[in-house]
C-alpha cells in the first residue's frame, strides 16, 4: 500500500493507493500543526494497512522537518517529490525551481492519464497549467473561490462571513447572496475566459481536466464543462512519480 499525501496551505490530503486505485481518503487542516498531533492523524488514517511507501508533494516548507518526524514511525524513508526527477513529461531547466509540487505531481497524473492536456485545480489557488507534447509549457495561478470569499470578510468591516454555494440567480437581492453570486459567478467567468485565452494562446487540441473541491459545482454552470473531473488526480500523479523513482528512497 502507498501512503500518499498532498500538503497544502490549508490541508493535507491524505491517502492509501492499492496499485493504481484509491482505497481510502481523508483530510486535516494543516495551520501550525505540531508533529505529534500529524503522527496521530497518520497512524489512525493508515491503521491495519500495510504501508510500502511514502511519497509526499508539500508546499509548505515550514512543515518539512515536521512530515519527516510525523512519519518516521512508518520506518520507510518518504519521497518528497521535485521538478528534478523522473516525471513522466519535462520541465524546462529554468523553470524547475519555481514549479509547486502540487503542481509537478497533479500534471504527472493528468499527463499520463489524458495526454496533452489543461489542469484546472480548484485548490486555495486556482490554478491552470498545461502540458503538451510531454512538456509542460506554463501555468496561471489566482486566487481560488474560497479565498476569494474569506478576503471579502477580512478586508472590509461590514461584510460577513458566508458559505460559498451557487446562488439561485445572478443578481442578488440581499447582501448574502450578491457575495455569493460575486464570488461564484465571477470565479466561473474567470476560469472560462482563462480557458479560452489559454487555448487560443497554445492553439492545440488540449483536454480540459479538472480537480479539486470546487470543481463540480463550478462545471454546472459552464457554457463549455470541463472534459473530466478528476479529484484524485493528484494522488494518482504522486503513485506515477513514486513509481518512477521510488527506488531512490531507503526503507
Given at each position: 500500500?502507498?501512503f500518499a499525501l498532498d500538503v497544502g496551505n490549508t490541508n493535507v490530503n491524505m491517502a492509501l493507493l492499492d496499485d493504481d486505485k484509491v482505497v481510502k481518503k481523508a483530510k486535516i487542516k494543516s495551520k501550525e500543526l505540531p508533529a505529534d498531533a500529524?503522527?496521530?492523524?497518520?497512524?489512525?488514517?493508515?491503521?491495519?494497512?500495510?504501508?510500502?511507501?511514502?511519497?509526499?508533494?508539500?508546499?509548505?516548507?515550514?512543515?518539512?522537518?515536521?512530515?519527516?518526524?510525523?512519519?518516521?514511525?512508518?520506518?520507510?524513508?518518504?519521497?518528497?517529490?521535485?521538478?528534478?526527477?523522473?516525471?513522466?513529461?519535462?520541465?524546462?531547466?529554468?523553470?524547475?525551481?519555481?514549479?509547486?509540487?502540487?503542481?509537478?505531481?497533479?500534471?504527472?497524473?493528468?499527463?499520463?492519464?489524458?495526454?496533452?492536456?489543461?489542469?484546472?485545480?480548484?485548490?486555495?489557488?486556482?490554478?491552470?497549467?498545461?502540458?503538451?507534447?510531454?512538456?509542460?509549457?506554463?501555468?496561471?495561478?489566482?486566487?481560488?473561490?474560497?479565498?476569494?470569499?474569506?478576503?471579502?470578510?477580512?478586508?472590509?468591516?461590514?461584510?460577513?462571513?458566508?458559505?460559498?454555494?451557487?446562488?439561485?440567480?445572478?443578481?442578488?437581492?440581499?447582501?448574502?447572496?450578491?457575495?455569493?453570486?460575486?464570488?461564484?459567478?465571477?470565479?466561473?467567468?474567470?476560469?472560462?475566459?482563462?480557458?479560452?485565452?489559454?487555448?487560443?494562446?497554445?492553439?492545440?487540441?488540449?483536454?480540459?481536466?479538472?480537480?479539486?473541491?470546487?470543481?463540480?459545482?463550478?462545471?454546472?454552470?459552464?457554457?463549455?464543462?470541463?472534459?473530466?473531473?478528476?479529484?484524485?488526480?493528484?494522488?494518482?500523479?504522486?503513485?506515477?512519480?513514486?513509481?518512477?523513482?521510488?527506488?531512490?528512497?531507503?526503507?
Open positions: 500500500m502507498l500529524l503522527k496521530t492523524a497518520f497512524s489512525q488514517f493508515a491503521e491495519n494497512y500495510k504501508i510500502d511507501g511514502i511519497v509526499c508533494a508539500n508546499v509548505v516548507k515550514e512543515l518539512g522537518p515536521v512530515l519527516q518526524t510525523a512519519l518516521k514511525d512508518f520506518g520507510k524513508e518518504p519521497l518528497f517529490i521535485n521538478a528534478y526527477m523522473d516525471l513522466g513529461y519535462k520541465i524546462r531547466e529554468d523553470r524547475k525551481p519555481s514549479v509547486g509540487a502540487d503542481i509537478i505531481a497533479t500534471n504527472a497524473g493528468a499527463y499520463a492519464l489524458y495526454g496533452d492536456c489543461l489542469v484546472v485545480d480548484t485548490g486555495t489557488a486556482t490554478t491552470f497549467q498545461v502540458v503538451k507534447g510531454g512538456e509542460f509549457k506554463g501555468c496561471v495561478i489566482a486566487s481560488g473561490l474560497y479565498m476569494g470569499v474569506q478576503a471579502l470578510y477580512d478586508f472590509t468591516s461590514l461584510l460577513p462571513k458566508i458559505k460559498v454555494e451557487k446562488p439561485q440567480s445572478v443578481l442578488g437581492t440581499d447582501t448574502v447572496g450578491c457575495m455569493q453570486s460575486g464570488a461564484f459567478y465571477g470565479h466561473a467567468g474567470m476560469i472560462e475566459g482563462l480557458i479560452r485565452r489559454i487555448k487560443i494562446e497554445v492553439a492545440a487540441p488540449l483536454t480540459v481536466v479538472a480537480t479539486g473541491g470546487a470543481a463540480e459545482m463550478i462545471n454546472e454552470v459552464l457554457d463549455e464543462p470541463f472534459d473530466i473531473i478528476d479529484n484524485d488526480l493528484i494522488f494518482k500523479g504522486l503513485k506515477i512519480i513514486y513509481d518512477k523513482n521510488g527506488l531512490r528512497v531507503k526503507g
